[in-house]
């Protein structure tokens, strides 16, 4: 157990709502009270007895409030390891008591940066004497209590009455955890925000930062535990009904809601199972923008996750009811859809509406190593280069954009098929991009077989063959949108004009693993 | 501009090397410097003038060196505001010198945590006053320049030349940046490490740290800027020929190391294209491991990654060089058969002796959150239960526990064929487990139609219905291996039954996404 009475504490919180559950029980145990600035204050206001730190160490508080506790009466209070005759020796030759209890937590600089003030202000969020006593308390948790979070008080008022004024080793380890994760955390923030400042993508040390939200049932398979992590202060998203979501519907969530921004606003759905796209259209009117995205998978689509662009309407809650999905996302949900869409057993539905989805970067996890990387951009709207002798027609160019849009959503070699505004066949997950082409052919030929003739298709990456290209004329594509630079470029083109084909090239791949 | 001019420096650094190079530019442009314990020694030594801190703060060295700097003299005369008349007046009050330089380096905690020394030495290696003067400096960059990394003494070297004994506002600010890089990394160091002492895998605040390794030539797509970062001291990787590796080479790389990791001493390879498994094989005879690897898909197998679970020999890298791939990996390379394969043009060879794949957790990241979970178990080792008439044989068992934990490094919906100890058709990647069972039983047929007879196949999840199990048979499956729990499983049963099957239950799903 390792028992530490607790005799002396500072106390320098920047929250100080939450004092009064803890100053009782600091009294009762005759502990005393060193603090400063407001904390000071306002724990002389509830009328306990308290030091103040500029008496405490006889050097005034200096530089408004920049130095305060960075003394070594402070520090070597706290630091002394206390079974060492050294140490004790010094401390009793400086006349320095020792300090047992750390209840110090940091300025609030993440919600700090949220506000756009001046980076001034914001530098005067970043806490240099409050982390050093953290650090200095967590460092020596053999002998001192450190409390980095307001939510512990209740734990350490808990801890004081168990032991009568001691702690416990294992409590004070735990605690010290959870001040070097929040000095981590907040150092990191700060870190991260100074790289941004001066767009710095790649610092040589790079850390990332989240907040648990929430412990999920399992994780990617019911062996393996999980959690999941914010990195900014909010998801945006709200959960409206339904039980909760594990890791897979995260995963999946997060899949649909990557193409939903993409989207122009108020328009395009999506139809998401394992991670991978089913369906997809951007149809204007609703209901046909459900059936389409619907149409192009119906099987794979039943218990998928199916994201809406708009608010849901009564008329479009009517028709999601139809099928089962697990999961409804959207941008809203009128009252009257909502309560028919509630109706369904085991649907979640899910308000995206403050979504934002921050980050410029992702980051990709390879067990001691991660690659990091910029976001793959959000549209292409680039000038395309047609290489056949034939050209696309307006409408044509409209679905071949849109099925380059699509593309980049679906994993390892992906082909898409694309009617008017609507996807009819997906095909991915292949080491062999002819794979690809056979898998959305064969969709779009059970599926929607009357929409396969005139329709276009795209693809991620270029045709390192011919064979794709004749698979997809074969199957009754109009015209096929590339990024192009194969080497048999040349064939694959000549293969195009044979079969009749439009053929654009964008230059850019979309390659999503 | 605004430049600084710099008077006075603190010094204190763990890593005394470099101070050569700084110390002469330092004295030419008369800066004071304040210095203490082994770094006023050594400065000492080199005959430069300099003041111990003690002698400047009038405040002995104390506890081991615990306390040191920790000191209002130092802090103030770092963290004032130059221009801001209250601060002065109070230092002038104090009599506090400027400090407007300080160079110091963190004790290498990381390091430390390696050598597997008691945990009071490790403690000893968490900086709290090099730490402080670090965020002090770092905060107050706008009047005070920051040194915490020894490589930065050159820069800084420049920089006093440049501007004559000053430095300008970028500079400041880029070594800000990477101080706080540098507090957020080592407090992410000891905050793990605390975590992982405590078992403690979800804090409620989680920070992932990684050093930069290389900046990668381009992500995922040409038009994405990317790096790799390590998340240990090493990789464990060895690139012995070739050009520099890419972001899509590292991803192949690793799904490849994942199945080697699976694979017991000295057995199995494995062959990788867009980060899925075109072909695994655990045969004795390397080179017949190496044909049978290759024949479930040669023609995906082009230009992939192939990883070798043993030293490759002469006779192997002859087999190995017939057909073309981009990198191969093994746990070593004979002599005469690194000659052979360095004579291909565009290969590259990774040792991967020593590798090690350290992490527990795998964390998937989603834009505004991530998803941490423990990492897949290695492999499938409990006892099977069978559920249909039919029995295994001895042969059948052991193929159908290859092929399960083949299946879990193949992505969504993984259907896995396997006759003997080889994979003969892998589906993955798509919504429907149906279309997987299609798809790996198409590449057998089209591959090693004569080995599809007498095959079995492995399903990473339960199968929703009868329909797979139809398929599978039909292709000539006589045996399937699945973790069961359907609520259709009774359906599933008597569809294997009434096609004469053997069906084993595991209880263990492997979704991989």
């Given at each position: 157990?390792?028992?530490?009475?607790?005799?002396?504490?500072?106390?320098?919180?920047?929250?100080?709502?939450n004092?009064?559950?803890?100053?009782?029980?600091?009294?009762k145990f005759?502990?005393?009270?060193?603090?400063?600035?407001?904390?000071?204050?306002?724990?002389?206001n509830?009328?306990?007895?308290?030091?103040?730190?500029?008496?405490?160490?006889?050097?005034?508080?200096?530089?408004?409030?920049?130095?305060?506790?960075?003394?070594?009466?402070?520090?070597?209070?706290?630091?002394?390891?206390?079974?060492?005759t050294?140490?004790?020796?010094?401390?009793?030759?400086?006349?320095?008591?020792?300090?047992?209890?750390?209840?110090?937590?940091?300025?609030?600089f993440?919600?700090?940066?949220?506000?756009?003030?001046?980076?001034?202000?914001?530098?005067?969020?970043?806490?240099?004497?409050?982390?050093?006593?953290?650090?200095?308390?967590?460092?020596?948790?053999?002998?001192?209590?450190?409390?980095?979070?307001?939510?512990?008080?209740?734990?350490?008022k808990?801890?004081?009455?168990?032991?009568?004024?001691?702690?416990?080793?294992?409590?004070?380890?735990?605690?010290?955890a959870?001040?070097?994760?929040s000095?981590?955390?907040?150092?990191?923030?700060?870190?991260?925000?100074?790289?941004?400042?001066?767009?710095i993508k790649?610092?040589?040390?790079?850390?990332?930062?989240?907040?648990?939200?929430?412990?999920?049932?399992?994780?990617?398979?019911?062996?393996?535990?999980?959690?999941?992590?914010k990195t900014?202060?909010?998801?945006?998203?709200?959960?409206?009904?339904?039980?909760?979501?594990?890791?897979?519907?995260?995963?999946?969530?997060y899949?649909?809601?990557?193409?939903?921004?993409?989207?122009?606003?108020?328009?395009?759905?999506?139809?998401?199972?394992?991670?991978?796209?089913?369906?997809?259209?951007?149809?204007?009117?609703?209901i046909?923008?459900?059936?389409?995205?619907?149409?192009?998978?119906?099987?794979?689509?039943f218990?998928g996750?199916?994201?809406?662009n708009?608010?849901?309407?009564?008329?479009?809650?009517?028709?999601?009811?139809?099928i089962?999905?697990?999961?409804?996302?959207?941008?809203?949900?009128?009252?009257d859809?909502?309560?028919i869409?509630?109706?369904?057993?085991?649907?979640?539905?899910i308000?995206?509406?403050?979504?934002?989805?921050?980050?410029?970067?992702?980051?990709?996890?390879?067990?001691?190593a991660?690659?990091a990387?910029?976001?793959?951009?959000?549209?292409?709207?680039?000038?395309?280069?047609?290489?056949?002798?034939?050209?696309?027609?307006?409408?044509?160019?409209k679905?071949?954009?849109?099925?380059?849009?699509?593309?980049?959503?679906?994993?390892?070699?992906?082909?898409v098929?694309?009617?008017?505004?609507?996807?009819?066949?997906?095909g991915?997950?292949?080491?062999?991009?002819?794979?690809?082409?056979?898998i959305?052919?064969?969709?779009?030929?059970?599926?929607?077989?009357?929409?396969?003739?005139?329709?276009v298709?795209?693809?991620?990456?270029?045709?390192?063959?011919?064979?794709?290209?004749?698979?997809?004329?074969?199957?009754?594509?109009?015209?096929?949108?590339?990024?192009?630079g194969?080497?048999?470029?040349?064939?694959?083109?000549?293969?195009a004009n044979?079969?009749?084909?439009?053929?654009?090239?964008?230059?850019i791949?979309?390659?999503?693993?």
């Amino acid at each position: 157990m390792k028992l530490k009475k607790i005799k002396r504490a500072i106390i320098s919180v920047a929250n100080k709502e939450n004092l009064k559950l803890i100053l009782p029980t600091l009294k009762k145990f005759n502990i005393e009270i060193i603090s400063s600035g407001g904390s000071f204050k306002k724990i002389k206001n509830m009328k306990y007895k308290c030091i103040e730190v500029s008496n405490y160490t006889k050097f005034s508080e200096m530089l408004d409030g920049r130095v305060k506790t960075l003394h070594p009466k402070i520090h070597a209070g706290i630091l002394n390891i206390r079974n060492n005759t050294k140490h004790k020796k010094e401390l009793k030759k400086g006349n320095i008591p020792n300090i047992d209890l750390v209840i110090v937590d940091l300025y609030p600089f993440e919600k700090e940066i949220q506000k756009k003030n001046s980076e001034k202000k914001i530098i005067d969020y970043i806490d240099i004497g409050g982390t050093a006593l953290i650090r200095a308390a967590a460092k020596n948790f053999n002998d001192v209590t450190v409390i980095s979070d307001i939510s512990d008080y209740i734990n350490l008022k808990k801890e004081l009455e168990i032991f009568k004024g001691s702690t416990s080793l294992n409590f004070r380890k735990i605690m010290s955890a959870k001040a070097f994760g929040s000095t981590a955390y907040n150092d990191s923030v700060i870190s991260n925000w100074f790289n941004n400042k001066l767009n710095i993508k790649f610092p040589e040390k790079k850390t990332i930062y989240g907040k648990l939200i929430d412990n999920l049932r399992y994780g990617e398979n019911p062996h393996q535990q999980s959690s999941l992590y914010k990195t900014g202060l909010n998801l945006g998203l709200k959960q409206l009904s339904g039980k909760k979501l594990s890791y897979n519907n995260y995963n999946d969530i997060y899949s649909a809601l990557n193409i939903l921004n993409s989207f122009k606003k108020n328009e395009g759905i999506a139809i998401i199972k394992h991670a991978t796209p089913c369906g997809v259209s951007i149809e204007k009117n609703s209901i046909r923008c459900f059936q389409n995205a619907l149409a192009c998978d119906p099987i794979s689509s039943f218990g998928g996750v199916i994201a809406v662009n708009t608010i849901i309407t009564k008329s479009l809650a009517y028709e999601i009811n139809k099928i089962f999905f697990e999961i409804v996302i959207s941008r809203g949900f009128k009252k009257d859809a909502l309560k028919i869409l509630k109706k369904k057993k085991n649907i979640r539905l899910i308000d995206c509406n403050k979504l934002n989805l921050i980050n410029e970067h992702n980051f990709l996890f390879l067990g001691n190593a991660f690659l990091a990387q910029d976001k793959d951009r959000d549209l292409f709207d680039k000038k395309l280069k047609i290489v056949t002798r034939k050209k696309p027609t307006l409408n044509q160019l409209k679905s071949l954009k849109f099925a380059f849009n699509v593309c980049k959503f679906v994993k390892s070699n992906s082909i898409v098929l694309v009617s008017g505004k609507s996807t009819i066949g997906i095909g991915g997950g292949q080491p062999s991009r002819l794979d690809s082409c056979k898998i959305a052919s064969k969709k779009a030929l059970e599926f929607v077989p009357e929409k396969i003739q005139n329709s276009v298709a795209a693809s991620d990456a270029f045709f390192p063959f011919p064979d794709g290209i004749e698979e997809l004329a074969e199957a009754g594509v109009e015209a096929i949108i590339q990024p192009g630079g194969s080497i048999n470029d040349k064939k694959v083109i000549e293969a195009a004009n044979n079969a009749g084909l439009v053929m654009a090239f964008t230059k850019i791949r979309h390659f999503l693993h």
